[in-house]
């Protein structure tokens, strides 16, 4: 119905950069908020940036001045630019689309996710 397909993920050395994509595509009205995680081998996947359609920004308190999360919604497609990297930033990072609207009515909504993409950050 919705599929999200992730780029960008590899290995970098630590102080590097990295930037993801995440588009969406499919039957889509509408997506309120869209955002990665992560999940670090051995720990539980957690929020590392969201944005809505309205250009509203949360971010984890780790990765806040150097991560920016942005979004071009005419795509459904959304941005992490990753700076400043450390090592434990590696994990394997997911995009997620919340509060789709496959069509306009009824107003029904979904949540999907992308397949991950892994990034290694090296000392």
């Known amino acids: 119905q919705v599929q999200l397909v992730e780029s960008g993920g590899g290995l970098v050395q630590a102080g590097g950069s990295l930037r993801l994509s995440c588009a969406a595509s499919?039957?889509?009205?509408?997506?309120?908020?869209m955002g990665w995680y992560r999940q670090a081998p051995g720990k539980q996947r957690e929020l590392v940036a969201i944005i809505t359609s309205g250009g509203f920004t949360n971010y984890a308190d780790s990765v806040k001045g150097r991560f920016t999360i942005s979004r071009d919604n005419a795509k459904n497609t959304v941005y992490l630019q990753m700076n400043s990297l450390k090592p434990e930033d590696t994990a394997v990072y997911y995009c997620n689309a919340d509060r789709v609207r496959t069509m306009p009515i009824p107003p029904y909504t979904y949540n999907f996710w992308g397949q991950g993409t892994q990034v290694t950050v090296s000392s």
């Open positions: 499919g039957t889509i009205f509408s997506i309120n908020t």
